[in-house]
């Protein structure tokens, strides 16, 4: 995981389109969504110092929007604001990826339970779409592009229902989840049981079968979670071998 710049404002690269900001949008919520992302993905990684003053500099905007894509980040618990000191990125705590993953499988079960009764073959054609695309980047080891393909899969499921506020209250309660989904990668193993659940998904919903749908998304979103519970254990334990090994 990339250390983030020490002091954030060391190097925000700006080469990649994504980190780019116009004036002609709201300057907020393209600093957040650059910021977000970084946090996600681990390009900052926890601990890091956000210096704000870097940032506004970088982007050629003033501190306002800076302070509101910050306090954003700061209610979403990705950062954490020591007063009249500094904003350090917030560490990965396994508490609040239990809270998100109770919040997601809640409203996304429900979620597909809705779109069931809704979806016609122009829907299910975009799911294939989308899940070969999916499949293509796995074989392509194009991991990032695989994680934003699942992503637009799930919120497809939301449009699909007529529910689009209710998936983007979970894209803001998976990101403690999303953080660790980044960590794992490359995981082609991983990559592969989730097109097979994705699989699964389309082909109950296919059916207008509601019961079907809500079983294939929890089992889904359970064996997401037990991944990424294991990828917390193996990282608590890799540390505290480093800190053994440190204090001997």
């Not at 190097?11 to 389109?17: A, K, L, R, V, Y």
């Not at 991991?143 to 497809?156: G, P, T």
Request: charged share 30%; glycine share 6%; hydrophobic share 40%.
């Amino acid at each position: 995981m990339g250390n983030g710049a020490a002091a954030m404002g060391a190097d925000i690269s700006g080469e990649n389109p994504r980190d780019c900001v116009v004036q002609s949008r709201p300057l907020r919520e393209q600093v957040y969504a650059i910021l977000r992302r970084s946090i996600l993905t681990g390009e900052f990684a926890p601990g890091t110092t956000l210096d704000e003053n870097a940032i506004a500099l970088k982007f050629a905007v003033s501190r306002t929007p800076v302070r509101e894509a910050v306090k954003k980040l700061s209610d979403e618990d990705l950062v954490e604001v020591k007063a009249q000191s500094s904003t350090l990125i917030a560490p990965i705590d396994a508490r609040l990826i239990r809270e998100a993953y109770l919040i997601r499988r809640a409203l996304e079960i429900e979620n597909v339970a809705q779109a069931a009764g809704k979806m016609n073959e122009c829907h299910r054609d975009r799911l294939e779409q989308l899940y070969l695309l999916h499949e293509h980047a796995i074989e392509r080891k194009r991991y990032i592009d695989a994680i934003d393909l699942d992503d637009a899969f799930h919120r497809y499921i939301g449009e699909i229902s007529g529910l689009s506020r209710l998936w983007r209250a979970i894209a803001i309660s998976k990101a403690q989840l999303d953080r660790c989904r980044y960590l794992s990668v490359p995981r082609p193993e991983r990559g592969q049981a989730t097109l097979a659940q994705h699989r699964q998904i389309i082909d109950a919903l296919a059916c207008g079968d509601k019961r079907r749908s809500r079983k294939t998304m929890s089992d889904h979103l359970e064996n997401s979670y037990r991944d990424v519970v294991s990828l917390l254990r193996a990282m608590n334990a890799g540390a505290a071998e480093s800190r053994r090994k440190g204090a001997a």
